[in-house]
């Protein structure tokens, strides 16, 4: 497999430090609110390496953190009169059901900084004694110029870094692009715990490289993240831990490029901020998922109805042709797979190869996507009612195969429609047997005015909601 690496700007031939197990860390949320789309694409595109990964045979151990303690969980708990521990574990709950509205496989290890302060204070110290790190009034600093290869991951220069630093300048500090490991508390109800420095609480890029260090060991395979997170997070993370160790932090680096909305930035204050609790209410997860992962992870991608429309109808068809496959399997007469039907299955298994290929490069699951729909339009065209139910088993395994690596096609198509809905269904279907064809043409008509139409099919019937 080749991958992308941020560190060396070009594609690299993926070898793990040990075949038996890949080490993946990638930042998780900071729980002080419901994670935005934005969000949502690492986590997404990430799952879908590891599914990958362990497709291959891997066996892969993922870490993604959470951030439980920082400015804005403190800010949030004040507004709400809720103590930090209170806002940081309400939203780590709710992470966890849209997580798995996506299909987002739950992490190896989900840790916290709040459960690992003793680590995160021994590294500290550590920094310190190998004069990595120094202290001004109860904070704790990284001398950014102590660290020769600063910068080599943002391909950033030290002088230029200095000059235009991004960092508020705060004239204690050796050089103005310093950045903190440890913050002493500034106000009494402030949450903190103690130290050698005094009261205070770690500073945001500490936390992940202990963590990464703690769970995975020393030098990982991969560390992940949004595109947003190079610098100055990643980079102070390598400096300050590859300055306690003096080795690779991690072997590849990857990022994702970032999600425009309606072709703009997304942003607070232009108002096209959504919270992925929020767009759940509208679209399917799986439709969610299907368009985090329909462009290349590199690209940038654009949110907009029009996209989501096209990524649901897109889905669609893929839940068309399972629903087809089944039907097909289940009135399967003759149990014996037939001579021409063993060669359609070997040109057929041909796909297998080439949406691997696919994937082998640098994770392309745009191409991924095109291939399952090539192997669709292949199935179509070689399957009828008198296939035998060998012939249908073996596609239909090999389709959901595919889909699997990907996350789709992994629940129940009406998962997004109300029992109240059903219970219409129900209803129309009841009068259409009772040939009380006005009363189903009334329920009929509800429905449409709460979004859904109804397709009779060999099937069934099936519900689909209606794109405005």
């Not at 009261?199 to 202990?210: A, L, Q, Y």
């Not at 047997?433 to 509800?446: C, H, P, Q």
Request: include cysteine.
């Amino acid at each position: 497999m080749k991958i992308y690496n941020t560190l060396t700007r070009k594609k690299e031939e993926f070898i793990p430090e040990n075949e038996n197990e890949i080490k993946i860390y990638v930042c998780g949320p900071t729980v002080y609110n419901y994670f935005h789309i934005g969000n949502a694409r690492p986590f997404v595109v990430f799952d879908t390496l590891r599914k990958y990964l362990e497709y291959r045979g891997h066996h892969v151990k993922y870490v993604q953190n959470f951030t439980d303690v920082d400015d804005k969980i403190i800010n949030r708990a004040r507004e709400e009169g809720a103590t930090p521990s209170e806002i940081s574990e309400k939203y780590i709950r709710e992470y966890f059901k849209d997580a798995e509205a996506l299909n987002v496989k739950e992490a190896t290890a989900h840790p916290k900084v709040t459960e690992n302060m003793d680590e995160i204070i021994l590294f500290i110290e550590t920094l310190i004694q190998k004069g990595y790190a120094y202290e001004v009034q109860g904070d704790i600093y990284f001398d950014t110029k102590k660290f020769q290869e600063y910068g080599k991951l943002s391909k950033q220069n030290m002088e230029e870094l200095d000059s235009g630093s991004r960092v508020e300048v705060d004239t204690r500090k050796r050089n103005p692009i310093d950045f903190a490991l440890w913050k002493a508390q500034k106000q009494q109800d402030e949450i903190s715990w103690d130290s050698p420095w005094g009261k205070g609480r770690p500073g945001w890029h500490i936390e992940c490289s202990v963590m990464s260090s703690k769970y995975l060991g020393g030098t990982i395979d991969i560390h992940a993240g949004g595109q947003d997170l190079i610098f100055p997070h990643h980079e102070n993370e390598i400096a300050q831990s590859e300055a306690l160790t003096g080795k690779p932090m991690a072997n590849y680096w990857m990022h994702n490029e970032f999600i425009n909305i309606d072709n703009e930035k997304m942003s607070k204050s232009k108002g096209n901020f959504f919270m992925v609790r929020d767009i759940l209410k509208e679209y399917d997860p799986e439709v969610v998922r299907f368009f985090l992962i329909s462009g290349h992870y590199r690209s940038p991608i654009n949110f907009s109805r029009e996209l989501m429309v096209q990524a649901r109808n897109a889905l669609s068809r893929l839940n068309n042709a399972k629903t087809n496959m089944e039907h097909l399997l289940e009135n399967a007469e003759n149990e014996t797979i037939q001579p021409e039907e063993s060669i359609k299955l070997e040109a057929l298994l041909r796909y297998k190869q080439k949406f691997i290929d696919t994937m082998e490069d640098d994770l392309n699951t745009a191409d991924a996507i095109s291939v399952v729909f090539e192997l669709v339009r292949e199935i179509n065209s070689s399957v009828t009612d008198k296939s035998s139910r060998a012939f249908m088993k073996a596609l239909y395994e090999f389709f959901m195969e595919l889909t699997a690596v990907l996350g789709l096609l992994q629940k129940p198509q009406t998962q997004e429609v109300d029992a109240d809905i059903l219970k219409l269904v129900e209803d129309r279907e009841q009068a259409r047997k009772e040939k009380n064809f006005a009363r189903a043409d009334e329920i009929r008509d509800v429905l449409k005015e709460k979004g859904f139409t109804l397709k009779d099919t060999t099937q069934g019937v099936k519900i689909e909601r209606i794109d405005h």
